[in-house]
């Protein structure tokens, strides 16, 4: 038990970290969960030696096999992923945390540790699981004969049986009372966003909005399941009205051909230029060239780039399969239903005959809005809350294994 003077200890599992920006929103949120948390919490991570992608770049900044200072945490780059065995159990024995905690289902890296749990070989330590948006419809559609049978199998064998669940939305926790894993206990806490994005927004930052024109952009990992493909072969609009520009690490390069080729040859109207990946640290400043923030995705747990675009006065437009469901009440955009693509349709072609007041005052409320969500005290609570209570109960144990 930790001392009145200590900081309860958290040790991360992530499937990816700093200094990678390719990534997805489960690595956004444990970066913020860090910046925002250190003062209450000393972290650790454990993580692997390369960047998201398929081409797996490797880090040239960090010591690779070494506990590294990244920002506020200490940070284990994994030679290979079968390391993890070797390093977690090293880890428990010096670090001593007081809670596990991995952002992923089906990691490997998740699946290794759970195992070491299953097999007695971690005692004495909850595990609180966040499956960041990997068990929705939509991502469970792609690879799905794989993973449907790697859930089954799984969850037969207890791997998962007895963990505190971090559920980001009701939808979310949902999905895991779905998979009938025994004793689930299940918590909401929305994903942390970063603390601020862009620390000053004017209206004037934002291109003129002409009536019959109108600049959407994409940002995100490219992959189905954002499901780009499906605006081009649903959208009819008048040739040189629209203009879609499109960023992100071509997370599946097939994808991307067809997505091209569908473009090149389909009846859309919108002239389409994709740009290749960003930085991180480029995104917000990205939005501001732009009007509107188009993803019609398969399913989101919470989406960090959501908050960014609507922080740079970009509405949304994305599909209804995501916790962002009040961005109309709150002159912030649209969800739509993908079921419907005539109500796609009808809003794409308003935001081209949109004029330049209109605009600028849903500019104006995405900023609001984003600025709203930031400033939430209940956001950060909630995920200190469920830390803290998962480490009191362990305390009150005595040393009882409740992993």
Known sequence: ?????????????????????????????????????????????????YDAGPEKRRYEEVRIGEWNRVGMAEVFYLERDSDISRVIGEAVAE?????????????????????????????????????????????????RLKKAVFIRSAVSMGIYSGLVWKASSELEAEEIRALGVKDAEIHIAPDLPASSILEEFDPGMKPKKEPGKVRFVFVSRFDRKKNLKWIVENIRLPAGAALLDVYGTPEDKGYLEEFLE???TGRSGLEVRYKGPLRHEEVAGTFLKYHFKLMPTLGENFGHVFLEALSAGCPLIISDRTPWRDLEGKGAGWTLPLEEPEEWQDVLERCVAMEEHEYRRMSASANAYSDAVLSDPSIEKRTVDLLERVIRRRDRAAGGDLG
């Not at 200890?9 to 489960?26: A, H, K, Q, T």
């Not at 952002?103 to 330590?125: E, H, Y």
């Open 262 to 264: 569908e473009v090149r």
């Open 1 to 49: 038990m930790e001392t009145e003077t200590e900081k309860p200890r958290v040790l991360i599992i992530s499937n990816f970290y700093l200094p990678g920006s390719n990534s997805g929103g489960g690595t956004r949120t444990i970066v913020n969960t860090v910046d925002r948390l250190s003062e209450r919490f000393e972290f650790r991570i454990i993580t692997r030696a």
């Open 95 to 143: 670090f001593r945390p007081s809670l596990l905690y991995a952002n992923s289902f089906f990691s490997p890296l998740t699946v290794a540790v759970l195992r070491l749990r299953k097999q007695g070989r971690i005692k004495g330590i909850p595990f609180v699981l966040a499956p960041c948006g990997e068990l929705s419809k939509g991502a469970r559609r792609l690879k």
